[in-house]
């Protein structure tokens, strides 16, 4: 069994209330979850802390929207407090600020947990269609394995190119994130490690305790919602696709 759970926290640093902004007549946490309805997941639950966000979503198709505790710091928190209400061993973190996340990707980080029971984490990524976009510190970068394992991820712009060689190809993270439900209870309860501190990445509490984390390439690029300035961005292009 499996679920996707929608962390939907109102006071984001950056654009508070950046869950309800309006994209083509619909809250943004809306096309969100009509998103994940349409994977093959057992169940989609939105978790926030907020009650305009509560009844935006409470009477959704196919949707469980539950209350959460305002104290808790991370998305994933979020997702462990609600995934304690529920038995299903995948669970899926799809963020509430990602309106545009495809199904299918969804439903391949579903299939990548069912297909190998050793696998604790799987995540995604895609490849810098500009490489010169890697330079942003706030797109994060991921090195892979041969095995499409994840090495490390970084906000500086990984591999380093020292020599030059041509046609060097960076990694976008994806933040996207299934968990095995234990696996999600240990990680949400264990402290923040050093790398994570200093990158301000959670995924590298798991990289620096050994935990192998497979990483599906897509390419999908990512659309997500971080400021006032994204929304502008993707109401423009939104409306280039009307034309």
Do not use: W
């Given at each position: 069994m499996s679920a996707v759970i929608i962390p939907?926290?109102?006071?984001s640093t950056r654009f508070?209330?950046?869950?309800?902004?309006?994209?083509?007549?619909?809250?943004?946490?809306?096309?969100?979850?009509?998103?994940?309805?349409?994977?093959?997941?057992?169940?989609?639950?939105?978790?926030?802390?907020?009650?305009?966000?509560?009844?935006?979503?409470?009477?959704?198709?196919?949707?469980?929207?539950?209350?959460?505790?305002?104290?808790l710091s991370t998305g994933t928190d979020r997702v462990a407090y609600a995934a304690k209400s529920i038995d299903d061993d995948i669970i899926?973190?799809?963020?509430?600020?990602?309106?545009?996340?495809p199904p299918a990707l969804i439903n391949q980080l579903i299939d990548g947990l069912k297909r190998d029971n050793s696998l604790k984490m799987i995540?995604?990524?895609?490849?810098?269609?500009?490489?010169?976009?890697?330079?942003?510190?706030?797109?994060?970068?991921?090195?892979?394995?041969?095995?499409?394992?994840?090495?490390?991820?970084?906000r500086y712009p990984i591999p380093y190119n020292r020599d030059n060689i041509e046609y060097i190809i960076r990694y976008r993270h994806i933040g996207i994130y299934g968990f095995r439900r234990d696996y999600l209870f240990e990680f949400a309860t264990q402290e923040r490690t050093f790398l994570e501190r200093c990158e301000n990445l959670e995924q590298l509490r798991?990289?620096?305790?050994?935990?192998?984390?497979?990483?599906?390439k897509t390419d999908y690029n990512p659309l997500s919602v971080d400021t006032y300035e994204d929304l502008q961005n993707i109401l423009k292009i939104l409306e280039m696709r009307k034309n």
């Amino acid at each position: 069994m499996s679920a996707v759970i929608i962390p939907a926290r109102y006071g984001s640093t950056r654009f508070p209330g950046k869950v309800l902004a309006d994209i083509d007549g619909k809250p943004m946490i809306v096309r969100v979850a009509e998103q994940a309805v349409q994977t093959d997941c057992d169940k989609v639950i939105v978790v926030t802390d907020n009650e305009q966000v509560y009844k935006v979503c409470e009477n959704l198709e196919k949707v469980t929207v539950m209350m959460s505790p305002e104290n808790l710091s991370t998305g994933t928190d979020r997702v462990a407090y609600a995934a304690k209400s529920i038995d299903d061993d995948i669970i899926i973190n799809v963020q509430g600020d990602e309106p545009f996340i495809p199904p299918a990707l969804i439903n391949q980080l579903i299939d990548g947990l069912k297909r190998d029971n050793s696998l604790k984490m799987i995540t995604a990524c895609v490849p810098f269609g500009d490489i010169n976009n890697s330079e942003n510190p706030s797109a994060v970068k991921v090195i892979l394995d041969e095995n499409d394992f994840a090495i490390y991820f970084s906000r500086y712009p990984i591999p380093y190119n020292r020599d030059n060689i041509e046609y060097i190809i960076r990694y976008r993270h994806i933040g996207i994130y299934g968990f095995r439900r234990d696996y999600l209870f240990e990680f949400a309860t264990q402290e923040r490690t050093f790398l994570e501190r200093c990158e301000n990445l959670e995924q590298l509490r798991a990289i620096e305790r050994g935990v192998k984390i497979k990483v599906i390439k897509t390419d999908y690029n990512p659309l997500s919602v971080d400021t006032y300035e994204d929304l502008q961005n993707i109401l423009k292009i939104l409306e280039m696709r009307k034309n």
